[in-house]
């Protein structure tokens, strides 16, 4: 790339990104109630978020082949006992994501 060229992609980038920050905010003034509609996206689209995540990290798993899918299934199991244990899902998805990746490089080499 050029440097014309960068500093266009740049300025792009910086458009778009504070295009998405303030937005919101232009459209629905602390004053206002936002639609009944923005509301409810954004109770569900947390847990929409969440189930595509899991539905995305798991979508590769091999379970016909070893180690048949059980470092994903451990590393499963403890994020979610955890989370409903403690309700912190900084623990459960650290903790998860750590167990994951030990099974993986240390156990089921």
Do not use: D
Not at 34 to 59: E, I, Q
């Amino acid at each position: 790339m050029t440097v014309v060229q960068s500093m266009v992609t740049i300025a792009a980038v910086v458009l778009g990104t504070m295009v998405t920050r303030f937005l919101p905010f232009i459209i629905f003034p602390e004053s206002t109630e936002p639609p009944r509609f923005v509301r409810y996206l954004g109770r569900v689209l947390p847990f929409a978020m969440s189930g595509l995540l899991v539905v995305y990290s798991l979508r590769n798993t091999a379970i016909t082949a070893a180690p048949y899918g059980i470092p994903e299934a451990v590393a499963l199991l403890l994020t979610v006992v955890l989370h409903c244990w403690k309700r912190n899902m900084l623990l459960s998805i650290s903790a998860g994501t750590i167990t994951y990746m030990v099974l993986v490089q240390f156990v089921f080499v």
